[in-house]
């Protein structure tokens, strides 16, 4: 090899030290529909349809609000669901990149969910969600001239949903706060409490109880964490009332 525009003279190099040279430009593309790291984000917004879903930072803690047809309810983000969430877009990789020259072949020309997040210091990024085929799902960042082709599991990760972002700790007391575990089944409740530091079955019976078994039921719901969430709205369960200490 030599150095265009040096008279130095001509070198040998080992062929495997050249192999990025024989890449595909496609190759040097970035490849992620969003770019910006976590600690850098400021706010997101995620509009699909008649659903928006925004999540910022209100005094140092993130928050959720979602509008849908003019109701709108907020909560409080778990941090590591949101870090999941951003993770998973950032590794939706394109294995194809299109013209952005007909937009309405990607079904670009009218986006059927746009994400916009936004950094520290106000720059926007944003990714609009187009068709889905047997290539992928189709992506456009901001007005580049590209499209992005991603798997097309990733249509899911621009679905509005709050519960994605929901804390997985669905008891947010600790064991010793556990005084009364109330059970429903088939219309027969149940109910065990804590009395004086002594646990007793008190219905449908008052009767003794297997202390260590109980233990463990109170620790197995103190400690109990959603692996995922189905549904932003309640679905018809059976009961389980449980009841802190003071209450």
Same mark, same amino acid.
């Given at each position: 090899v030599s150095v265009e525009g040096e008279p130095g003279p001509l070198g040998c190099v080992l062929t495997s030290r050249l192999d990025a040279l024989t890449r595909p430009l496609a190759d040097f593309r +970035?490849? =992620?529909p969003i770019t910006m790291r976590d600690l850098e984000l400021q706010s997101a917004s995620l509009a699909n349809g !008649?659903? &928006?879903l925004g999540v910022a930072q209100e005094q140092g803690v993130w928050r959720w609000t979602r $509008? +849908? =047809?003019g109701r709108e309810e907020s909560g409080e983000v778990d941090d590591q669901a949101l870090a999941d969430w951003l993770t998973e877009i950032r590794r939706a990789r394109a294995t194809l990149f299109a013209s952005a020259e007909n937009l309405a072949a990607y079904g670009l020309e009218a986006p059927r969910a746009t994400l916009t997040v936004v950094d520290q210091e106000g720059i926007e990024e944003q990714v609009a969600m187009g068709a889905v085929s047997a290539e992928g799902l189709y992506l456009r960042r901001g007005d580049e001239p590209q499209i992005l082709v991603v798997p097309a599991e990733a249509e899911? @990760?621009? &679905? /509005?949903s709050a519960a994605r972002l929901r804390p997985r700790q669905l008891w947010e007391h600790p064991q010793r706060a556990v005084t009364r575990l109330? @059970? $429903?089944r088939g219309g027969t409740r149940e109910r065990i409490e804590k009395r004086e530091g002594r646990w007793t079955i008190t219905e /449908? @019976? !008052? #009767?003794?109880v297997d202390r260590e078994r109980v233990l463990e039921l109170a620790r197995m719901v103190a400690r109990l964490e959603a692996e995922r969430f189905v549904a932003d709205g309640p679905a018809p369960l $059976? /009961? #389980?009332e449980i009841s802190p200490v003071g209450a």
């Open positions: +970035e490849a =992620r !008649a659903v &928006t $509008t +849908e =047809r899911a @990760l621009f &679905t /509005p109330d @059970l $429903t /449908p @019976l !008052a #009767v003794e $059976t /009961p #389980v």
